[in-house]
């Protein structure tokens, strides 16, 4: 088995991801103070926070709900949470309606980087402070908070995985997220960042399936038609990578394709313990909703986060060799 290359990569892995890391951090912090503001008017803890995500039905989306409206309950809050279903007016409806609810906070997992602007604005106009998770929008100085994971570095982990399982060489195709959304261009870019270095690998075919299992598995089925003798599938989430990983078994092709995704959803994490995927980067979706309720709740009390806007986590890479340790979206000790 190959696994044994990752290893002897481990190195040469660890100085790049810091030097990736050191450059995106930079990228994802402009050194803003967005987390504090002197006219802020001060508060004692409770009230509503208003959590509002993407479907619950994408388990990712479900486990930052779960674990804010958990923090948030925890500290003293009553919650609501509900999802825009990547609907920009389903978004400013709702945020109409925590407006209306007098919450005291929003936790936003959002529905567009440019889109999202607006209905942030307006949330702030009146008075309410905005935590983005996840994703960011393309505006700095509105929101308070906007706490992302750091998918290039974890895009990064699993790019140098995904080549070190082909021993840098074989024919690849790249399944992309919605292009409105920015994690999919920014995962895509540190995918490349590695690949790219890479004169055996060769993409043969990128195709959009909008962050989608079903589509996922339909255009996979059609690429592994045009391209037989395909040896990889890099995707951009894990909903579309156990699509692909899906379409590749039902194409008897799971000990020939490899495939590799990102987010580190339940589901994947299973296909790698299968042996039918080989990695993920698992974004820290738990922790990320806690520190947005953490601040919001600092915020609330003292009008300081004492963080800077832009926030980012670092990813884990998980493949065989920690897939045991795996809980749900967190890795235990």
Not at 14 to 20: N, S, V
Not at 185 to 193: D, G, L
Not at 204 to 221: I, L
């Amino acid at each position: 088995m190959k696994r044994n290359r990752l290893i002897r990569a481990a190195a040469v892995l660890a100085a790049f991801t810091l030097g990736l890391a050191g450059c995106s951090s930079d990228n994802s912090s402009d050194g803003s103070s967005g987390g504090e503001s002197s006219a802020v008017e001060t508060h004692e803890a409770g009230g509503l926070i208003a959590i509002i995500t993407p479907s619950h039905d994408n388990p990712f989306f479900k486990a930052e709900s779960d674990a804010a409206v958990a923090k948030a309950q925890e500290l003293g809050y009553e919650t609501s949470a509900n999802s825009h279903d990547d609907d920009p007016n389903k978004q400013s409806e709702l945020i109409d309606t925590a407006i209306s609810q007098g919450a005291v906070a929003i936790i936003l997992d959002n529905a567009g980087a440019d889109v999202t602007t607006g209905a942030v604005q307006k949330a702030v106009d009146a008075g309410i402070p905005v935590f983005l998770i996840d994703r960011e929008i393309n505006e700095t100085g509105i929101a308070t908070a906007q706490i992302v994971a750091n998918n290039s570095q974890g895009a990064a982990l699993v790019g140098e995985a995904f080549a070190t399982e082909l021993e840098g060489e074989g024919k690849y195709v790249e399944l992309l997220g919605r292009e409105t959304d920015t994690n999919a261009q920014v995962r895509s870019t540190a995918f490349h960042s590695v690949l790219d270095q890479y004169d055996g690998m060769e993409m043969v075919g990128q195709e959009t399936a909008n962050w989608d299992q079903q589509e996922a598995f339909t255009k996979t089925e059609t690429l592994l038609q045009q391209h037989p003798d395909l040896d990889g599938i890099i995707a951009g989430n894990d909903t579309m990578a156990v699509g692909a990983v899906a379409a590749v078994e039902a194409a008897g092709k799971t000990d020939q394709v490899t495939v590799a995704g990102f987010d580190g959803s339940p589901d994947a994490v299973e296909a790698i313990k299968d042996g039918k995927m080989l990695a993920t980067g698992m974004q820290p979706a738990v922790a990320i909703a806690e520190m947005s309720v953490e601040q919001a709740d600092l915020y609330i009390r003292t009008g300081s986060t004492g963080e800077d806007e832009k926030q980012s986590v670092d990813c884990v890479l998980i493949d065989a060799s920690n897939a045991d340790k795996y809980t749900l979206f967190e890795l235990s000790e």
